[in-house]
């Protein structure tokens, strides 16, 4: 470690000194902001690791043969060594950032947004949107870090140059100390950030490695279900786009052969499946529309996808439910419960499931794996407990779930809901107008979908749907004349009920009214 014991001002003000010191202060802030990355990484989003990210990325990008040979070279340790040589890169580039910093404030943060760039173009690789966070809040500190390091060098050796030994003194400390204090602060971060991504990192990879096994009965969705309009939602909502609702400062790291779930309250005998007892009984593949209690009219926090899993009547009825019981308080790794009524759960009409596959991959590690429960027709707040651990057959008078004491009723049925995804807004040129969306009504199905354009009422055409558990696309096609134009749209369930107008927010138990937007056309 470069002048550790240097007293006066002429040795440390000598530029070889003065270079080491603000290369030291960028390899600082380099470690500041990969403790940062991985942590953030850890708590909010396990595809977002940059350091794992960058290093899949360079196996990818690599020849087969190098690859190869690195495998067969350095055995297991092919992936260590790779993960250190990314890190090494890191510490190079924000080194370099911090002796340009010293000549000149901002100098270096080129350097710094190159690590970045390299960093989000890895976690991009990965594909959701959240991934960019814990790359870009680790720029942020790791530079905010550096700069303040260097703006504390440049006093002591502006101190140093006006040979004022005693200020030399203290500005030489006052940089010392925080060099150390940062130092050591972020070298245990970045410890911590490995060691935890370590063991998320095998779960994600036996993840990765685990294929699902094949449903005995599954929903051919028909091809008419997707109508492929631009700017509409997709009938399946692809994995990475899924909305995300978890209460968990951290996703639990769950691996698939610790997991287990009991059954146990008021049930004739308690039962403890394994996720090996799991794959071995019969799975269905069922398409399933999960909406949270949560969504505004018109909003996004919605979503379709076909989900592999066990039935739950059928592992309730091998636990025998005894007479009096009227809900199973679901409740997962991380503590989140959730009440269901129990006849929900039992009834042989609806696919209530115990889902370990989502849209033909292993559930995401943010979306409940190893194992979740979907149930159509209630809200997520109800039902659609993820990372699942225990089934409690009880009492709604005994128990509650997570949001029930929080101010959310206990009964979480989902309402009648439809959402106009084009045109987005602003304006559009006159002429025909495609007019499209998605309503849903789970588990009892949408029968007729109407738009408004300025209060005059249109049938829409309905697309196909695998059946009443899921949303459904709809289009009407709209001669746009020139001028202000305010569009809302109305779906009828298959009972012949009218989605109300009547507007309520999203408390207590689900927003409704019309959605509604106006549109300039010309
Ligand atoms: N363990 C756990 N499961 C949970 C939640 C949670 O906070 N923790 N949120 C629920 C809510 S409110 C909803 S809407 C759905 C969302 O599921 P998703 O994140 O897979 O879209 O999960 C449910 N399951
Ligand atoms: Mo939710």
Redesign the pocket.
């Known amino acids: 470690m470069p002048g550790g014991e240097q007293n006066s001002a002429a040795q440390v003000t000598a530029p070889v000194a003065e270079r080491r010191w603000a290369w030291l202060c960028g390899v600082i802030g380099g470690v500041t902001g990969m403790a940062v990355a991985d942590v953030t990484a850890y708590l909010i989003a396990p595809a977002g690791a940059p350091i794992e990210a960058v290093g899949s990325m360079i196996i990818d990008l690599l020849p087969a043969d190098l690859v190869n040979w690195g495998k067969e070279t350095l055995g297991t340790a092919d992936k260590p060594v790779l993960l250190a040589i990314v890190v090494l890169g890191v510490l190079a580039l924000t080194g370099l950032a911090g002796s340009l910093e010293r000549y000149r404030p901002n100098a270096g943060a080129p350097a710094f947004a190159a690590v970045a760039l390299v960093g989000l173009i890895g976690v991009g690789w990965a594909g959701s949107p959240v991934a960019v966070v814990p790359t870009l809040l680790g720029l942020l500190c790791g530079y905010l870090t550096l700069r303040l390091l260097v703006a504390r060098l440049r006093r002591w050796l502006t101190n140093a140059a006006g040979a004022d030994p005693a200020s030399t003194a203290l500005s030489r400390r006052a940089f010392l100390v925080r060099a150390g204090a940062i130092g050591l602060a972020a070298g245990i971060g970045a410890a911590l950030g490995r060691i935890v991504q370590a063991t998320g990192s095998v779960v994600e990879e036996a993840r990765a490695r685990f294929r699902l096994p094949a449903p005995i009965a599954r929903d051919p969705v028909p091809a008419g279900a997707e109508l492929g309009l631009d700017g509409l939602s997709p009938y399946l909502t692809p994995n990475t786009d899924?909305?995300?609702?978890?209460?968990?400062l951290r996703l639990?790291i769950v691996a698939a052969e610790d997991w287990t779930l009991r059954v146990t309250g008021m049930v004739a005998q308690e039962v403890t499946l394994t996720f090996a007892d799991l794959l071995a009984r019969p799975l269905v593949e069922h398409v399933a529309t999960?909406?949270?209690?949560?969504n505004e009219v018109g909003g996004d926090?919605v979503?379709n996808a076909s989900w592999l899993g066990y039935p739950i009547r059928d592992l309730l009825a091998q636990a025998g439910p005894l007479p009096g019981a009227d809900m199973v308080l679901s409740r997962?790794?991380?503590g989140?419960t959730?009440g269901t009524p129990l006849s929900v759960l039992t009834d042989p009409g609806r696919q209530a499931l115990l889902a370990i596959g989502m849209n033909g991959e292993p559930l995401p590690v943010?979306?409940?794996y190893p194992v979740?429960m979907v149930v159509p027709g209630l809200?997520?707040?109800v039902s659609?407990?993820?990372?699942v651990r225990e089934l409690k057959v009880t009492t709604f008078a005994q128990d509650q779930g997570?949001?029930t004491p929080l101010g959310w009723a206990a009964l979480g049925p989902v309402k009648t809901a439809s959402r106009i995804d084009v045109p987005r807004r602003g304006s559009v040129p006159p002429g025909q107008v495609v007019v499209a969306g998605v309503a849903w009504d789970q588990h009892t199905g949408i029968a007729r979908v109407e738009i408004g354009i300025d209060g005059d009422w249109h049938d829409a055409e309905l697309a196909e749907t695998t059946g009443p558990d899921t949303w459904r696309q709809w289009f009407y096609r709209w001669d746009a004349t020139p001028g202000e134009h305010q569009l809302s749209v109305r779906a009828t369930n298959t009972d012949g009920e009218v989605q109300t107008a009547t507007a309520a927010p999203p408390a207590p138990d689900g927003a409704t009214g019309w959605h509604t937007r106006s549109v300039q056309v010309g």
């Open positions: 899924f909305y995300r609702i978890d209460t968990a639990p999960l909406a949270c209690v949560s926090l979503g997962s790794e991380d989140w959730a943010e979306h409940g979740r809200y997520g707040y659609a407990t993820k990372w997570y949001w």
